[in-house]
């Protein structure tokens, strides 16, 4: 479907895999990629799988296009948070699987999932924004205050610290830390095919109504952030 990822449709099932051969860092052209597939899952499938490449989900925004700085990073950030968004007001499951690191934009989609795989091993999880010198964006507070442990929120959010993907359980940003992704991604799809997909594509935005004003309004709050 493109250099940038793949994508497969099996039993009602599509995968968008991840793999632009390094960081999968996310460019205007994976966001067109990403949501090339995604209008293609949309049309299609029951259940959506977004995965990454063996080693990495993703390391977040590709760093040349944002430290262009200006009108160019803003509005590849604010893609990021729309991407986010599309996620959340999708009215279908969506599990994603990481084989490895879970950095910056890529770990706010995984808080943006229905369901959350990490795999065990030498991995950070997290958000380095802090630790990089980068500001961090509203809508990024407004997505990781309910999703994050309380408890771990400071040291996550403000002081950028990473974890490791068992941590990463009981800070929030995974549902489980495994050895076999594809047993659990093979588990989690199951699950979803024995509930009602119709209640839960009524239940989910049922689920997110409080947080999804919040989430925009931080997006157009963002569009005045000072990058680069």
Do not use: C
């Not at 990454?52 to 296009?65: M, V």
Request: aromatic share 8%.
């Amino acid at each position: 479907m493109s250099d940038l990822l793949s994508y497969d449709l099996t039993d009602d099932v599509a995968t968008i895999h991840l793999d632009d051969g390094k960081a999968n860092a996310f460019s205007n052209l994976m966001f067109d990629a990403i949501n090339a597939a995604m209008d293609k899952a949309d049309a299609e499938a029951k259940i959506i799988v977004i995965r990454g490449r063996a080693g990495i989900f993703s390391a977040g925004y590709n760093l040349k296009e944002l430290m262009l700085g200006g009108d160019t990073a803003v509005q590849l950030v604010k893609r990021g948070s729309d991407f986010a968004v599309r996620m959340m007001e999708t009215r279908k499951p969506i599990i994603v699987a990481g084989d490895g690191h879970v950095i910056a934009l890529g770990a706010f989609l995984f808080l943006a999932a229905d369901y959350r795989i990490g795999k065990n091993g030498p991995f950070q999880v997290g958000l380095p924004e802090t630790a990089n010198g980068l500001p961090m964006h509203n809508f990024g507070r407004e997505l990781a205050r309910p999703r994050l442990s309380q408890r771990h929120f400071s040291r996550a959010f403000i002081n950028g610290e990473m974890f490791t993907p068992d941590a990463a359980v009981e800070v929030g940003y995974l549902d489980e830390a495994v050895d076999d992704v594809d047993a659990a991604l093979a588990k989690s799809i199951a699950f979803f095919k024995t509930i009602s997909l119709n209640a839960f594509a009524m239940n989910k935005p049922r689920g997110h109504q409080t947080l999804m004003p919040g989430l925009k309004q931080a997006i157009a709050d963002d569009l005045d952030i000072k990058i680069g």
